[in-house]
Nanobody
Framework: VQLQASGGGLVQAGGSLRLSCVAS????????MGWFRQAPGKQRELVAEISSGGTTNYTDTVKGRFTISGDVAKNTVYLQMNSLKPEDTAVYYCNAFIFSSRINYWGKGTQVTVSS
């Protein structure tokens, strides 16, 4: 499974960015897609995820500012990021999970930098 993410960049604090991710090459149905991020010197953490049924989950620090959307059945997920803060600066990774194989797939990552 290949995950192609796009939409990162440099933005001032308070600004917005939208990340997109498309998965391809899967022989099995993807059950959940999401976004993780990793800041320098920190562990990779979940930002938001969405199930094939549309259930969403967010880490507390982005609730009310970020919105995950998309159609997991069509292997597409988006992350709308508003009111960005310098602490949101990180490499953002698209993720896809297939229950039948219990395997997580990862995109290459896209840099998001928020200046103060």
């Amino acid at each position: 499974v290949q995950l192609q993410a796009s939409g990162g960049g440099l933005v001032q604090a308070g600004g917005s960015l939208r990340l997109s991710c498309v998965a391809s090459g899967s022989m099995f149905r993807i059950n959940r897609m999401g976004w993780f991020r990793q800041a320098p010197g920190k562990q990779r953490e979940l930002v938001a995820e969405i199930s094939s049924g549309g259930t969403t989950n967010y880490t507390d620090t982005v609730k009310g500012r970020f919105t995950i959307s998309g159609d997991v059945a069509k292997n597409t997920v988006y992350l709308q990021m508003n009111s960005l803060k310098p602490e949101d600066t990180a490499v953002y990774y698209c993720n896809a999970f297939i229950f039948s194989s219990r395997i997580n797939y990862w995109g290459k990552g896209t840099q998001v930098t928020v200046s103060s």
